[in-house]
């Protein structure tokens, strides 16, 4: 009892997303290969939906392979692939289910026909619900991001449907993946890294980070929750003053 009170005390951001990092250490702690990490980390990508749904967050984005992701070796991208296409086979009913509205970001192109054929069932299948929208980030690099968004613009320019004075933050930013969703308001890194690795260079701006030791498989529940109740302590300024806000 106590706890759902504390719970419900708790400001929770509407945009998570989450750099799941550490399924290879965690695999060769246990003397297992790095795609064994890869399986379990599967569990934590479950329970984070389910806990992100509970606590009541609009969006979760995670980062499930990164443009630089290519460079690791044959066996183990082959694997990621295989993991990805068997995962949304299993997962995605599940999510339609629960009112999910699941999308991948990235560019998907490079993926095999059959996956992004997933991909596109998956989306389709799930487009009009309005639950927690889950986006899955995949061949996702933010430089990727940005560089796309002003091709788009650079288009617009060249055949005359806009002006350079047009250009901005604003129309820039229509143009970003995740564009209609709530600004991102925490950034989780599992792993124990500190860094953005590629990640949501443009919708990081303002988001609050947490950087946690845990390794991707162990983050439960339990991990998330602590997450967001620290997520809970900051004071977001947005350039004000610790007075300014106050008031
Ligand atoms: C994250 O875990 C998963 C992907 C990048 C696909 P890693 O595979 O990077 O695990 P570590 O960082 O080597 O432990
Ligand atoms: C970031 O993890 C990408 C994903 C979690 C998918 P990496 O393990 O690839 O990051 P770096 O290369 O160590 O920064
Ligand atoms: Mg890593």
Request: proline content about 2%.
């Amino acid at each position: 009892m106590t706890e759902a009170i504390t719970e419900n005390l708790t400001k929770v951001p509407q945009h998570v997303a989450i750099i799941m990092d550490g399924n290879g250490r965690w695999a060769q702690q246990r003397g297992k290969t790095r795609v064994a990490g890869h399986k379990s980390g599967v569990e934590s990508v479950r329970s984070s939906v389910s806990t992100a749904i509970k606590q009541g967050v609009k969006a979760l984005t995670l980062f499930a392979f990164s443009s630089e992701n290519w460079q690791r070796p044959e066996q183990e991208v082959s694997v990621l692939m295989d993991l990805f296409m068997f995962v949304l086979t299993r997962e995605v009913k599940k999510l339609h289910k629960n009112g999910v509205r699941f999308q991948v970001i990235g560019d998907t192109s490079r993926f095999s026909d059959n996956l992004q054929k997933k991909i596109k069932v998956s989306e389709d299948l799930t487009a009009n619900n309005e639950g927690m929208v889950l986006s899955i980030a995949a061949n996702y690099g933010g430089r990727w991001d940005i560089a796309n968004a002003a091709k788009v613009l650079a288009e617009k320019v060249s055949n005359n449907t806009m002006s350079v004075d047009e250009i901005s933050e604003e129309t820039l930013h229509q143009y970003t993946c995740l564009a209609n969703l709530p600004e991102l308001d925490l950034l989780i890194r599992t792993g124990g890294d500190f860094r953005i690795s590629n990640f949501l260079l443009w919708q990081a701006a303002y988001a609050e980070f947490y950087f946690t030791e845990t390794l991707w498989p162990d983050f439960d529940e339990q991990a998330f929750i602590t997450a967001i109740g620290c997520f809970d302590q900051r004071e977001r300024r947005f350039g004000q003053t610790g007075e300014q806000i106050k008031t």
